[in-house]
Every structure is written in C-alpha cells, then in structure tokens.
C-alpha cells in the first residue's frame, strides 16, 4: 500500500525557501555533462567503466530485502562474492528494509545476520524508508546507525571526493519541506554523477504497483532539471530497466529478498530490460565518464548490464 502524502496543487505552487541542509555534506569536484540519450546493453561483463578517469567507485543496490528468509541471504551470499571481486563499500537500500512493519526487534535477524560478513568488512548501508517500515519502525530505522539515516527521513551524502552524490528520498510521505530540500540539494551539487534512491518508482512495468504518476509530477522536472543521472527504487519485487525518460534513467530493485513472478508486462512501452524469476542486486561502477549497472542473480548469473555514458 503507498503512502504517499502531499498537495500536488501545493507543491507546484513552491517557491524557493532555505531548507535544512544539516545532513547535507559538501563536495568539492565540479563539472557536469548531459547524459546520453542512450542505453547500452552488454553480454559479457569484461566491458567496464572505462579507463579515462583515475577516480572509480562502486556500489551496490538492494530493496525490499529484509525478510529473513533464504532469499535473502542468497543474495547476501552473492553480494560478498560480487565485493571479493570489486570491493564496493556502500551499499543503498530501497525500502522495505525490516518485513513486515520496521520493527526494531528484527534488526538482526533480518539485517545484522544476513549482512554479516559485508559488514564485518567495512560495508556501509544507507537506507531510505519503504511503505513497511513506515507502518511500525521509521523513528527506529532513522536512529539506527547500521541505516547510516542520522534520523533523517530524507539526505545525501558523497563519495570519492564527489565523484557521486547520493540523494536518499523518503516517498512514503513527499512533504513540500522534502521537495524544498531537493530542490537546494541539488542545485548546490558539483558531483560528476547524481543518484537518487527511494521505495516508489516514477517508472516501472509491473503490474501490481506499476508508475507512480503522483511522484512524477512533483519529482521529475526536479530530476530532468538537475540532471539527475540514475534514480533506484523498489516496492514493486522485479528488477526493471526502462527505457530513459527525459534523459533519466530508472531501474526498480525489489527483488533482493522478494519476488513476485511474472509481474512484468514486457509489452509496457517503457519496458527495456528486466527478470521477474529471480532474486537479484545491483551492483554499479562508476568513473569520470561512465556508470556501468548490472543486475546480478543470487545465483550469479548477471541478468542485464547497461551503461551510462557522459561522453
């Protein structure tokens, strides 16, 4: 169920306003560049991310993963494998976090344990907060330092001297404060990529939630504006690639500890790539010119690879 909260009519009506930038941390590399109107798809993973830039960094993606169940840590599993290969440090959570309601009892069982080796290997998460665990657990999730939120709803943080910027969104309950805080946020970043991630997708192909024409209206001229690289979301439990809308691109994960298969409507005209069948994660590799996206199976099969290229 979503549980998304705001007055459209209020939110367009915004105008600029000082938002609390507490959490927000600044960076100092600058340069931006449009993004490719294009997508490419790989077969074999010795691709990469290119070799014109000295800076890289990698990172995971995961939502809807925190059930306990065997799927979970399956995918966990394959995770670590994944960062024996290419040490990731940071991992971003798309909501829906602790099944079924975020509460605190449940942290380790279905984080600390699943988690235990990336953690144990300095392995940062950085959650955002999905429709269950808005229902019991939010204040707890934003306190809890393995969550890295700093009691936070929404924030950002960089990474490798700014190569990134992430932008954590709290689609639960979109206030016109949030869309306030966004706005600035990204206005002031000089990162050569900006991501943001949230439960909600704008975009997606599934039939049990599918788009969310409400988070469109508010978010994505924000997105387009600014130049938003990649958006991550969960909630619905597929993995999708859709084709760039308005230059952004838009990948769903809520299959690393759910699945609903055969949810994905291929005919959808924004379908680009996707597995329903399989629990999976994400895991991305950026440098000064490209991020390269590939979605991994439990299993280790790599699903779909894209590449994003500013070039």
């Given at each position: ?64 993963s925190g059930t306990g169940h065997k799927a979970q840590y399956e995918v966990a599993r394959q995770m670590k494998v994944e960062h024996d290969k290419v040490p990731f440090d940071t991992v971003i959570m798309c909501g829906d976090n602790i099944y ?112 969310s024409p409400e988070l469109c209206t508010v978010l994505e001229p924000l997105f387009v504006k600014y130049k938003v690289d990649a958006v991550f979301s969960g909630h619905d439990h597929v993995y999708e690639r859709v084709k760039p809308q308005n ?65």
């Open positions: 169920m979503k549980r998304i909260i705001f007055s459209v009519a209020t939110l367009l009506l915004l105008g600029p306003a000082r938002a609390d930038r507490s959490f927000i941390r600044a960076n100092t590399n600058a340069g931006s560049a449009a993004l490719a109107a294009q997508t490419e798809l790989y077969t074999a993973r010795q691709a990469g991310v290119g070799a014109d830039s000295k800076a890289s960094f990698a990172f995971a993606v995961i939502g809807d079924p309601d975020g509460n605190p009892a449940l942290f380790k069982p279905k984080f600390e344990e699943p988690y235990k080796d990336l953690l144990a290997g300095g392995v940062r998460f950085y959650a955002s907060l999905g429709n269950h665990d808005a229902e019991r657990g939010s204040k707890a999730e934003l306190e809890y330092d393995k969550f890295s939120m700093g009691g936070h709803r929404y924030y950002s943080f960089t990474k490798e001297d700014g190569l990134v910027e992430f932008f954590s969104l709290d689609t639960t309950a979109i206030t016109p404060e949030q869309i306030k805080w966004l706005d600035e946020a990204l206005a002031a970043s000089k990162a050569r990529w900006k991501v943001v991630f949230g439960h909600h997708p704008l975009y997606c192909s599934a039939r049990k939630h599918g788009s230059g952004v691109y838009y990948f769903t994960e809520g299959a690393s500890g759910q699945l609903r298969k055969g949810n994905l409507d291929r005919s959808n005209p924004i379908y680009e790539a996707g597995d329903d069948r399989t629990n999976s994660f994400l895991l991305v590799q950026t440098n000064g010119s490209q991020m390269t996206v590939e979605a991994i199976a439990a299993d280790g099969t790599v699903l779909d690879k894209a590449v994003i290229d500013k070039r």
